[in-house]
Nanobody, 126 residues
Framework: QVQLVESGGGLVQAGGSLRLSCAAS????????MGWFRQAPGKEREFVAA????????PYADFAKGRFTISRDNAKNTVYLQMNSLKPEDTAVYYC???????????????????WGQGTQVTVSS
């Protein structure tokens, strides 16, 4: 079992920045690929970014490219999502998730992820 706890969400004005954190506990963190997903009211959950076990591979959703940066610190069992130039359409609950990475390809579909956090609300005002 892996327990994931997100933090860092909040209310920010458009153009502002937030840094989300996801602290993991329970198993060897470095065995897991990590991902960030989000879900806005009335919409389906969508992929934001993922990061490989070593941190060397970081795919992003198109809307996140150039604005968001995913990173991880395996010594601290934590994954981060730095979000810059935030827009009102970024308003959503953001979730981190984990799965045991066994290959080089990182999964973007949430069904591949075995463990999920409880989510943290991000609200961007215009």
């Amino acid at each position: 079992q892996v327990q994931l706890v997100e933090s860092g969400g909040g209310l920010v004005q458009a153009g502002g920045s937030l840094r989300l954190s996801c602290a993991a506990s329970g198993r060897t963190f470095s065995n897991y690929a990590m991902g960030w997903f989000r879900q806005a009211p009335g919409k389906e959950r969508e992929f934001v970014a993922a990061i490989s076990r070593s941190g060397s591979n970081t795919p992003y959703a198109d809307f996140a490219k150039g604005r968001f940066t995913i990173s991880r610190d395996n010594a601290k069992n934590t994954v981060y999502l730095q979000m810059n130039s935030l827009k009102p359409e970024d308003t959503a609950v953001y979730y981190c998730a984990a799965y045991t990475q066994t290959g080089n390809l990182l999964r973007r579909d949430g069904t591949a992820y075995d463990y999920w956090g409880q989510g943290t609300q991000v609200t961007v005002s215009s």
